[in-house]
């Protein structure tokens, strides 16, 4: 056992794994992301296409991470190559796993600013500001938080210092009770929601909306947001499970862990899906806001609703929360990876890696107002695209997609077969259904959605 395996904590307990995991699933992508994107996208065609790339793509190679991260037992880097050696295979396939902590990084500098923007409006909220809006002033509500790069700094240093406070801590104490705590908080929080606008909005229209497909309104681009979204969504190709899978010294089925992510990820975005626009389509606003649809349409319909500044704090707490336990998965796949790499301590690592993510982070702030013309491109795929928008695009797009090309590859083809299948500690049949899904069928999803983002 190396150096690395030797010092990796534990899980204290199957239910603090699982909840991480889904922490580490449930995030922005099922309560920002997968509502407007379904809006943008043309609603239940968007969704089938979704729900596919989820149990096709998403779930084989969320299994390869856990495998790799428990067989390896160490970071992302060191897990990858640890396999690598013991097999016989060159240890520069340690790069998939750099690759991976390089996604969970990027991801980490403008997920703690959209953070900021949901820590920024449950102020707002408390205060009386989303009260006697109309479209204009909604609109302007945004408009005047992006132009107020003090404000979003304070709200980025106050969600990443709360990370930091919790994963100073050891495993148990820190990430697993955090988790063990907010995911039955979130989930509560999230059917509450939903069971409002099942009350107070239309919820029929809403579930019209979400479950009808129009397939008329299919192209490549929606396939392909689709795909990407499932990544985002699921939280794979950024080295989070591998580093989660790393802590577990239990034998516990691998491919049903996996299944159970991707299954409890899907119900939570379809809840906040429903509830989201039962609540929009009740007031009778656009569906398609975009990406401001919770800052502006749901603060919107919020002041037009008996109790809506109430329900705009429970609202807003709700999306903290997911942002919290997929900050926190993303904090930790680069603490774990600085700790073991420049043999740092916990408490230095920490300080450190949330440093850079802070400053960094600092480009995504100052794409809304500063540098809101600031344009790298002038043509190609990343043509008058902001540097938050840049950013954006090289991890989910490319990034997470290689990554987890790469790590599917890896388990599937490279590491001997009967070493991935006694890690994964599932049954033959169901060992086999994955072996096959991750050497084929995810890696053509893959292969397609770059080649279509060319």
């Not at 500098?109 to 820590?119: P, Q, R």
Request: proline content about 3%; some cysteine.
């Amino acid at each position: 056992m190396s150096l690395s395996q030797a010092r990796m904590p534990a899980w204290a307990s199957q239910t603090g794994f699982v909840f991480a995991c889904i922490g580490a699933a449930v995030g922005l992508g099922n309560i920002w992301k997968f509502p407007y994107m379904t809006g943008v996208q043309g609603g239940g065609a968007f969704v089938v296409i979704y729900l596919a790339s989820i149990f096709a793509i998403a779930i084989p190679i969320a299994a390869a991470e856990l495998v790799i991260g428990r067989r390896g037992r160490s970071d992302a880097q060191q897990a990858v190559k640890n396999i690598a050696v013991e097999s016989g295979r060159s240890s520069s396939y340690a790069l998939i796993g750099i690759l991976g902590v390089l996604g969970s990084f990027i991801l980490l500098t403008f997920y703690a600013v959209i953070a900021g923007w949901v820590t920024a409006y449950i102020a707002r909220a408390l205060t009386g500001a989303l009260s006697g809006l109309d479209a204009s002033s909604a609109n302007a509500l945004l408009a005047g938080l992006h132009a107020a790069p003090g404000e979003m700094i304070a709200h980025q240093i106050l969600f990443l210092a709360l990370i930091g406070l919790i994963l100073i801590r050891e495993l148990s104490a820190g990430l697993e009770r955090a988790n063990l705590v907010m995911i039955p908080l979130l989930i509560l929080m999230l059917v509450g929601i939903a069971l409002y606008g099942a009350m107070a909005g239309d919820v029929g229209a809403a579930l019209a909306f979400l479950l009808t497909p129009d397939f008329s309104k299919i192209t490549p681009e929606t396939i392909q947001s689709a795909v990407g979204h499932g990544f985002f969504s699921v939280g794979v190709g950024a080295a989070m499970l591998m580093t989660y899978g790393a802590y577990l010294d239990q034998q516990i089925d691998l491919a049903k862990a996996a299944i159970t992510i991707g299954i409890a990820d899907t119900i939570i975005a379809l809840i906040a899906g429903i509830g989201v626009f039962a609540i929009v389509f009740g007031e009778g606003l656009d569906p398609t806001g975009g990406p401001g649809l919770i800052f502006t349409t749901l603060p919107l319909a919020f002041s037009q609703m008996p109790g809506g500044s109430v329900l705009a704090v429970f609202f807003f707490t709700l999306v903290f929360f997911a942002a919290l336990t997929s900050g926190l998965s993303l904090s930790e796949v680069i603490i774990r990876w600085a700790e073991n790499t420049f043999h740092l301590s916990r408490i230095k690592a920490t300080i450190i890696m949330l440093s850079l993510s802070f400053a960094a982070g600092l480009a995504s702030v100052f794409s809304f107002n500063f540098w809101s013309e600031l344009y790298l491109f002038e043509s190609g795929i990343l043509a008058n695209k902001t540097l938050f928008d840049v950013k954006d695009y090289l991890v989910t797009a490319l990034v997470m997609p290689i990554c987890g090309l790469g790590v599917v590859t890896f388990a599937s083809w490279v590491a001997p077969v009967e070493l991935i299948r006694a890690a994964m500690g599932s049954s033959q049949m169901i060992f086999t259904v994955w072996l096959w899904s991750a050497r084929i069928i995810a890696p053509a999803g893959i292969g397609w959605m770059l080649w279509a983002g060319l």
